[in-house]
Nanobody, 124 residues
Framework: QVQLVEHGGGLVQAGGSLRLSCAAS????????MGWLRQAPGNEREFVAA????????YYSDSVKGRFIISGDKDKNTLFLQMSSLKLEDTGVYYC?????????????????WGQGTQVTVSS
């Protein structure tokens, strides 16, 4: 069992930056992946970024590549998402999630445990 709690959402102007964090309780194995996914009103939940908990691989959606950086602190069981050059379309609820098998990380359906989400609102 893994419990996830996100922090760091808020209101930011376009072009600004935010850093999200996700504290995980429970054991995370190197074989798993941790991801950030988001959901805008009226849209399906979409993949943003993921990292293999071994730290060997990172994955990004095309829409955030070059602007967002995902990282993890294994000692503190904490996942981060540094978001820069934020755009209006980045607005949504951001969820931290665990993919225990570390496979198909771009698919929301492959994540077993989810946090409660944190709201990110980008204004013009």
């Amino acid at each position: 069992q893994v419990q996830l709690v996100e922090h760091g959402g808020g209101l930011v102007q376009a072009g600004g930056s935010l850093r999200l964090s996700c504290a995980a309780s429970g054991r995370l194995f190197d074989s798993c992946a941790m991801g950030w996914l988001r959901q805008a009103p009226g849209n399906e939940r979409e993949f943003v970024a993921a990292i293999s908990w071994s730290g060997s691989s990172t994955y990004y959606s095309d829409s955030v590549k070059g602007r967002f950086i995902i990282s993890g602190d294994k000692d503190k069981n904490t996942l981060f998402l540094q978001m820069s050059s934020l755009k209006l379309e980045d607005t949504g609820v951001y969820y931290c999630a665990t993919n225990l098998r570390g496979l198909a990380v771009i698919s929301a359906a492959e994540y077993e445990y989810w946090g409660q989400g944190t709201q990110v609102t980008v204004s013009s």
